[in-house]
């Protein structure tokens, strides 16, 4: 295969080779840009939440991001995170030097996401009220959560080659275009909302076009920038299509991800329904948790994704001392980011919440639940780090299998035993911390074995 020479790999704006320099230097400038547009990223939940909580209300507060949130997270989460499969696949042949390799992959991974991307939107169409009933939506949410949901799958196509999209450009190291278009994508859903809520009076359906149509702006800067690019994972149409060795790999390493996270919108949903049956307020105030401190989230989820990036393309370099490096300073990052951040949060929390609503019981009962998450996320550090790790090493299925008992099963056994006995919303909250504590045990017993670093390397 053709290879890339070690000065053009430099040579474009915002990409950086992984497999050289020092580690940590390398980690944490790869790693910024992707925290950046993620906490920007929030910064727009937090200004939506506000737009609802104060110019909608309570009510359509929960119909945005009660139950609605869980499907969402549910479908278009699975096929978001198996875009993972393709960005790792990408990540390790780019590693490698295979230029060829680069631009097949990147063209296989946009035709089928494109492909999924409307069978996705004709089902959250058709399905959306029979999800919601499902998950026993709270009757005087359920029209706005049925109108959010059908709107918002309108956007689902550009969704998906958005993040499809991103992915691909971190994993060839460059993450500042991506953090540059979702601040443009941001800037532009936070004015739409108040063009169609505030003046125009849209309601929840502003809500919903605000955010479909920063999606499409989103999607439409980042193919501009794969389409003019001449590097080797340049966008073209005739590489716009299927071919088997790299969909079986994509799918062998993105599949996982994809039942992971859906398995994570399982147990969510679950929840939400022990949720929903503590009334509206508890609703509202489980959604409100999620502006405030989503916060730690989207650095936990960036510094994951940088950490994906950077072992794929030392795994496809063969270079075994830089990944062992990234594992213990990325776990020291991971570390010092959830103490700080979950202090930061618990100190700030009520007078951020006073921002986002009027409510003062969704206040008070949001500052609860606040208390039973925020101080055990140093707890997810260590299965953020691991299972970021495993993925760029190509170890897809083990973390699965682990998460999926520790968390995902625990978390639905809890709600149907110990919350069925005890119906309070500490009991339901403390599954989190629980959960947490099982499967980071078992990621860490498994990681220690080490064989995981032999064997997943990506063929082309």
Not at 148 to 166: D, H, K, Q, T
Not at 216 to 231: G, H, W
Not at 430 to 440: D, E
Request: proline share 3%; with cysteine.
């Amino acid at each position: 295969m053709k290879k890339l020479s070690g000065e053009r790999k430099k040579a474009h704006f915002g990409a950086r080779d992984l497999t050289t320099g020092t580690v940590w230097k390398q980690l944490i400038l790869f790693f910024l840009p992707i925290a950046a547009g993620t906490c920007i990223q929030q910064l727009y939940n937090a200004v939506d939440g506000l737009i609802v909580g104060r110019f909608v209300g309570t009510v359509a507060l929960a119909a945005v991001g009660g139950s609605s949130a869980q499907i969402i997270n549910l479908l278009i989460g699975f096929f978001v995170a198996t875009t993972a499969g393709a960005s790792v696949v990408i990540a390790q042949v780019y590693g490698a030097g295979r230029e060829e390799d680069v631009r097949i992959a990147a063209g296989n991974a946009l035709a089928v996401f494109a492909l999924l991307g409307v069978v996705l939107l004709g089902i959250g169409l058709v399905a959306s009220p029979a999800m919601l009933r499902l998950l026993q939506t709270p009757e005087d949410t359920l029209p706005g959560s049925v109108l959010y949901l059908r709107i918002y799958f309108l956007g689902v196509p550009a969704v998906l080659l958005l993040n499809m999209e991103s992915n691909m450009l971190r994993s060839v190291g460059d993450s500042v275009s991506p953090f540059l278009y979702m601040v443009v994508g941001c800037i532009t859903n936070i004015v739409l909302d108040t063009v169609f809520v505030v003046v125009f009076h849209w309601g929840i359906a502003g809500v919903a076009a605000a955010t479909v149509a920063a999606q499409v702006v989103n999607m439409l800067l980042l193919t501009r920038k794969l389409m003019c690019t001449e590097e080797s994972y340049r966008l073209s149409f005739r590489e716009l299509k299927l071919k088997g060795i790299y969909l079986k790999n994509m799918f062998r390493l993105g599949l996982p991800s994809g039942l992971q996270n859906s398995m994570y919108g399982i147990s969510n949903m679950i929840v939400q329904i022990g949720v929903n049956s503590l009334g509206t307020i508890v609703v509202a105030s489980w959604a409100m948790t999620a502006k405030t401190d989503g916060i730690y989230w989207a650095v936990s989820n960036a510094l994951g994704t940088a950490i994906t990036s950077f072992i794929g393309q030392n795994i496809g370099a063969r270079k075994r001392d830089r990944i062992q490096l990234c594992i213990k300073q990325g776990m020291i990052l991971s570390l010092v980011t959830a103490a700080g951040l979950s202090t930061l949060i618990m100190v700030l929390g009520k007078p951020m919440l006073r921002i986002l609503t009027t409510d003062p019981a969704v206040i008070d009962t949001t500052y609860e639940m606040m208390g039973y998450f925020v101080p055990f996320y140093f707890i997810w550090s260590v299965i953020e780090v691991l299972s970021a790790v495993l993925r760029g090493s190509g170890d897809a299925v083990r973390p699965v299998i682990i998460i999926g008992l520790g968390i995902c099963l625990l978390r639905i056994v809890w709600v149907f035993t110990i919350f069925a006995k005890f119906h309070t919303l500490p009991v339901l909250s403390a599954c989190y911390a629980v959960s947490w504590s099982v499967t980071a045990i078992a990621m860490f017993l498994y990681f220690r074995r080490g064989n995981w670093l032999e064997r997943h390397i990506v063929d082309g």
